[in-house]
């Protein structure tokens, strides 16, 4: 049974990802934490951002897909719109990031950093 949220928390819930991906996410993360400008680092944070949100649609919705053993059309279905949905959502991750200031991707930092908890 699922732990119940304290008094003045919220429910949540997170998924795994693998330890590669957790790496690279710590080394940008530190790379922008560090810098004396952390514009430098857009990039960088974009790509793990991007990968962290497939590494979650995944893990909520494709892996839910195939526990449920929809079969395989279902199944390449749901891949097929998810690819449609990572094409749309890419350019927009990295204009919204690209677009970010020092303190502002500080602050993106610090978010991923409690996601991470």
């Known amino acids: 049974?699922?732990?119940?949220?304290?008094?003045?928390?919220?429910?949540?819930?997170?998924?795994?990802?693998?330890?590669?991906?957790?790496?690279?996410?710590?080394?940008?993360?530190?790379?922008l934490e560090t810098a004396g400008?952390?514009?430098?680092?857009?990039?960088?944070l974009s790509d793990v951002v991007l990968e962290l949100t497939e590494a979650g649609l995944d893990?909520?919705?494709?892996?839910?897909?195939q526990d449920a053993k929809v079969g395989y059309v279902a199944e390449q279905t749901t891949k097929l719109g998810l690819s449609s949905i990572r094409k749309v959502m890419a350019p927009v991750i990295r204009r919204v990031i690209g677009g970010m200031n020092h303190d502002q991707l500080l602050s993106v930092s610090r978010h991923i950093r409690e996601l991470m908890r």
């Open 1 to 31: 049974m699922p732990r119940k949220a304290g008094v003045g928390e919220l429910p949540s819930f997170r998924f795994h990802y693998s330890a590669a991906l957790h790496a690279q996410v710590l080394e940008v993360l530190e790379a």
């Open 37 to 44: 400008d952390a514009t430098r680092h857009r990039g960088a």
């Open 59 to 65: 893990h909520y919705f494709v892996k839910a897909v």
